[in-house]
């Protein structure tokens, strides 16, 4: 059995080189992101194109939705997404939208942790509200001091009793192994493989480690 699934985010990748790259890795990964600098620059075409290219692939539309939740997350269903992510640290009346949104369309909803203070008293009111999917994330600036997500993960496996938990922010082949430990359930890699000498090799390296026995 498959210890998590591994979800490649695509960020700072222009959208030709992005299908390219995933030529290269397409038996190793499960969710293909639209990391949220690569739904800027191309917005949903991105979506469209990687449904298009990858039928069999789960798509993740990573818009970071923090107002408008149903009438956003409609885009990215209507585009082709299977997830796209609202924060975490905004109102519930706009994650209660975006699970609207997800239930029309049969898809689902993550909610990006990044920045929330009390995650114990969050996911609560998370889970209460219908919410299944949660992200434990570090973003850039932070790892760039030093950061990490193990620890945020480690809170919310603790605290949810129903939760999907992925895990982002810095994670590389010699490190899954932490985060698999720590009970994430879907592991999300960037640079690790997309910035790898050989993307392949580094995917190859994290997707074994995610195997089961």
């Not at 975490?88 to 990044?114: N, P, Q």
């Not at 992200?135 to 932070?142: E, I, K, P, Q």
């Not at 009970?183 to 640079?191: H, S, Y």
């Amino acid at each position: 059995m498959k210890k998590a699934k591994l979800q490649l985010a695509l960020d700072d990748i222009l959208l030709s080189d992005a299908l390219r790259l995933i030529e290269k890795v397409r038996p190793y990964v499960d969710i293909i992101e639209v990391g949220t600098p690569l739904a800027i620059r191309e917005g949903m075409h991105a979506v469209r194109a990687l449904r298009e290219a990858f039928p069999e692939k789960e798509i993740l539309a990573d818009l970071k939705i923090m107002d408008a939740g149903e009438y956003e997350a409609g885009i990215a269903f209507e585009a082709g997404a299977d997830y796209c992510t609202v924060l975490g640290c905004t109102d519930l009346l706009t994650i209660e939208g975006c699970l609207k949104a997800a239930e029309k369309a049969g898809r689902r909803l993550f909610v990006d942790m990044i920045t929330v203070e009390d995650m114990d008293a969050r996911v609560r009111q998370l889970e209460a509200i219908g919410v299944t999917h949660i992200a434990a994330h570090t973003g850039t600036d932070r790892q760039a001091a030093g950061g990490t997500p193990l620890e945020d993960l480690r809170i919310l496996k603790a605290a949810a009793k129903k939760s999907v938990i992925s895990v982002a922010g810095g994670i590389r082949p010699e490190t899954v192994e932490t985060y698999l430990a720590a009970g994430a359930d879907v592991v999300i890699v960037g640079g690790g493989i997309c910035h790898a000498d050989d993307p392949a090799a580094a995917a190859r390296a994290i997707w074994d480690k995610l195997q089961g026995e």
